[in-house]
């Protein structure tokens, strides 16, 4: 059995082997999307030098008294030259009149008549309060690199560029399928041994969070040729992952390892030195050109979320060179029980209180208890050479 960063870094050697499509889209529907390409800067910017401020833009000189000399708005330029004694009104954004090098803000000024004079105690010197062309970026140099998450800010900057359209790799396509004779309709009420699934939407949802495609399969019985039927044609379908809950484990009813393999799937791992989430399975499928990320979660929904968020999620960001997951260090405020050499990924509730950031996790840390995970807003990261650990002891965790 291997561990965490050893079943990791076998993921992200095969996802490192898929090739997202690119396509371009209209820049207003590209939020959360993932930047294809450098944009390039087709202008300086500031394409000219414009007053950072409303204030007089003036000729700057050892004096504090000016004559104003007409005015300037944004995006209303009019040629004006301004001798050493005057000085032009002007507001921000607005361009400079060719020899001003200095804008004074009106707080700093009082009008007399027509006459400009500094208040007291001001502080003047040349330059003050001028944006410079080509100060925030210059022509043709990279405005937004290729990898950027599209974020609002990141959308002003490569509108500034004049693009309308931006060419974003395309999203990952999802296969989410559950498998299991206790699973029943979420719309049905539970009775005897029967289960709603859950797992689906929660696998769904973390699809959709990464902001991928995600195909909702449903559910099948524990019955070994509709899992093998139901696989087989998913695999025939453009998807580039397939995620299954259930049957992993070492129970009679558990078929999905044997079936994957049946069908050509070449098993990479199975089981991880982790909890929850031991049993989880990956694979992949080749046929033709086409490669097929597989992976077999365990059916207790805690442990399903659990495996795509310290698997899936991270090898995700790592295909797309994003930032890796940030670990939050923070104090634990009650003990926790680990007596093994696993890695435990406990539930935990984080909270910064004077500038420290502490965790608690008051949880029974059941696999199959949805309601704290609904509640917890961390996994504690507990390493496999960790035991016991106590109060006051700091400990990393990941936000979810």
């Not at 499509?21 to 939020?31: A, C, R, T, V």
């Not at 007399?112 to 410079?132: A, E, H, Q, S, W």
């Not at 029943?184 to 041994?193: L, R, S, T, W, Y």
């Not at 099948?220 to 809950?245: A, P, Q, Y």
Request: charge should be negative; aromatic fraction near 8%; charged fraction near 30%.
């Amino acid at each position: 059995m291997i561990n965490y960063s050893e079943a990791l870094e076998i993921i992200k050697r095969e996802i490192s082997e898929l090739e997202p499509g690119i396509e371009e889209i209209d820049l207003l529907d590209s939020y959360n999307r993932i930047i294809a390409e450098d944009v390039i800067a087709d202008v300086d910017l500031p394409p000219f030098d414009n007053s950072a401020v409303d204030g007089y833009a003036l000729v700057f000189s050892e004096r504090n008294e000016w004559n104003v000399k007409g005015e300037i708005s944004a995006g209303n330029y009019s040629p004006v030259a301004i001798s050493e004694d005057e000085a032009v009104l002007i507001t921000t954004g607005g361009k400079l009149p060719g020899n001003a090098d200095t804008v004074v803000p009106v707080e700093d000024v009082e009008i007399n008549n027509g006459t400009l004079r500094l208040k007291p105690d001001v502080i003047f010197k040349k330059g003050l309060n001028i944006r410079r062309k080509g100060s925030d970026l210059e022509l043709n140099k990279i405005a937004v690199p290729a990898f950027t998450k599209i974020k609002p800010q990141t959308a002003a900057a490569i509108a500034s560029c004049g693009r309308e359209k931006v060419k974003v790799f395309s999203k990952l396509k999802f296969a989410v399928l559950a498998t299991g004779d206790e699973l029943i309709p979420v719309g049905e009420k539970p009775a005897n041994d029967k289960i709603r699934v859950s797992n689906i939407y929660s696998l769904y949802m973390a699809v959709k969070e990464q902001n991928h495609s995600a195909l909702n399969l449903g559910f099948v019985k524990d019955d070994r040729n509709l899992i093998k039927e139901k696989i087989r044609g998913t695999l025939e379908s453009n998807i580039d992952f397939l995620i299954t809950t259930g049957g992993v484990s070492v129970g009679k009813y558990d078929f999905l390892k044997d079936v994957f393999e049946e069908l050509g799937v070449r098993r990479k791992f199975w089981k991880v030195n982790i909890k929850p989430g031991k049993p989880i399975y990956f694979g992949v499928f080749e046929n033709n050109d086409k490669k097929i990320l597989i992976f077999g979660l365990p059916g207790n929904p805690v442990s399903s979320l659990v495996n795509y968020k310290v698997f899936i999620e991270p090898a995700i960001d790592y295909l797309f060179k994003q930032k890796e997951t940030e670990l939050i260090t923070a104090v634990l405020q009650n003990n926790l029980k680990k007596r093994d050499g696993k890695r435990h990924f406990a539930r935990g509730i984080l909270y910064e209180e004077n500038g420290v950031w502490n965790v608690t996790s008051e949880f029974s840390q059941s696999s199959g208890n949805l309601v704290e995970m609904s509640a917890s807003n961390c996994l504690i990261v507990l390493p496999e050479e960790i035991r016991n650990p106590q109060k006051g002891d700091s400990v990393k965790c990941i936000k979810i």
